[in-house]
């Protein structure tokens, strides 16, 4: 009976999983290039404004435990949008009830009833028959293969994302760029 619920509710959960990994992915290249912009920033700024390189004149222990907190913060942000996202279970009632909200006046509750009555024990329960149970589940997987899937994840977010990591990756080249090229130039003679 399920079965025919069962692909529509696959390709959800894939496509969960992929947006899942792209947000992992994007935070961690936003993480990395927030990182080597703040490390470049002081690095040379504190060879610029005070002639000397931080990485020769602070203590050993004062670096690794800089290195340490960055390392921490780049796990714990791995371990959050990735390791523990990933594994929650997508439970098809779950999935079911996502596609409810996101589609009331296209499946009207069909879906939920469908995968809850699927369960041969709660259709006892609620007097089902096998043949109303069969009906709500072909209507259900029907009224389903319609729907656009992609409409139950925000993408626009995910864009608003990738477009924070090209500004932070090539906007602070650009920047680097152009305070090298304003700092190279030859003084103007009086």
């Known amino acids: 009976n399920l079965g025919t619920l069962r692909g529509p509710l696959d390709v959800l959960r894939q496509r969960i999983r992929k947006y899942i990994l ?3 992915l994007f935070g961690v ?9 703040v490390d470049l920033a002081v690095d040379y700024g504190s060879f610029r404004i005070f002639g000397a390189d931080l990485v020769q004149v602070l203590p050993r222990y004062f670096r690794i435990a800089a290195l340490l ?5 780049f796990g714990w942000l791995l371990l959050r949008n990735l390791f523990l996202r990933l594994r929650t279970e997508l439970r098809d009632e779950a999935l ?11 499946l009207g509750d069909r879906l939920i009833t469908a995968i809850q009555l699927a369960d041969p024990v709660r259709a006892r329960e609620r007097g089902a028959s096998a043949e109303m149970v069969q009906q709500t589940v072909m209507e259900a997987a029907r009224i389903v293969g319609t729907l656009n899937l992609d409409q ?18 090539f ?6 760029l152009l305070l090298f090229v304003a700092g190279a130039a030859p003084a103007v003679p009086e």
């Open 96 to 106: 079911a009830l996502s596609l409810e909200r996101q589609f009331p006046g296209s």
């Open 171 to 176: 906007g602070g080249y650009l920047l680097g």
């Open 69 to 73: 907190f960055l390392l921490g913060g």
């Open 152 to 169: 139950t994840l925000d993408w626009q977010r995910l864009k608003v994302l990738a477009r924070r990591c090209l500004h932070f990756t």
């Open 29 to 37: 290249i936003c993480f990395m290039a927030v990182w080597l912009w």
């Open 22 to 24: 792209l947000d992992a």
